[in-house]
């Protein structure tokens, strides 16, 4: 029995037509540099095509290539809109965190201050990795009471810790996903799931501050890891 699709979902079009959208409020000239570096993309392949006698073949592979190119420049560009959009807002790099292909299990704010910065917890491959946000003189020590923390409950396995931010040290938003991707692979699957295991009952530092978590907002994933 087909599954029925859900009435709230939008269809390929209107996320196509929501996501342009965006792309024009932080950018007014995105959608322009789209649509002209596809028509670039034509234009080229075509005129080697009628140089090379092959102008049919050539217009064939040209419109693949500018969809091509089109929809490379596109996602580049709503990334950036995206990105844009959580700076700045709490919880943005949790809302990054989730965002990312993998064997990976995030959990937001397993650490909270008055001040309102936050610690995620992040389990993967490269074991735990703890990401912060906040001003460098305030997370400093925050991360180092959750690494000693949950150091004790994962006992041998490598700890990371990121701060994710604009100040001098810290990891720029934009780049977070890249960064914890290219951490090396020190646990195999089943040591990460025991792992997880372990931090399942590990108890949130503090609640959870007033602040609003970003909502609705899709960040594009990483890339996957083998």
Known sequence: ?????????????????????????????????????????????VVIGLVTDYLWYSVFLGVLAALTVGL???GQLAQKAQYSILHGQTGAAAAVLQGMRGNWQVTPAMAVNRDQDLIHLVIGFPGVVLVSEGPGNRVAKMLAAEKKRVAR????????????GDGEGQIPLGKLQRHIM??????????????KDRLRSLPKNMPMPKGPMPRGARVPRGPKMR
Request: hydrophobic letters at 45%.
């Open 1 to 45: 029995m087909a599954k029925s699709e859900d009435p709230e979902k939008p269809g390929r079009i209107k996320q196509f037509r929501m996501i342009a959208q965006i792309i024009k409020q932080a950018n007014p000239k995105g959608m322009p540099i789209v649509f002209l570096s596809a028509v670039g993309t034509l234009a080229v392949v």
């Open 72 to 74: 490379v420049v596109f």
């Open 153 to 164: 409950v994962v006992l041998g396995v490598e700890i990371y810790d990121i701060q994710c």
């Open 182 to 195: 290219k951490l090396p692979r020190n646990l195999k699957k089943p040591a990460v799931n025991e792992v």
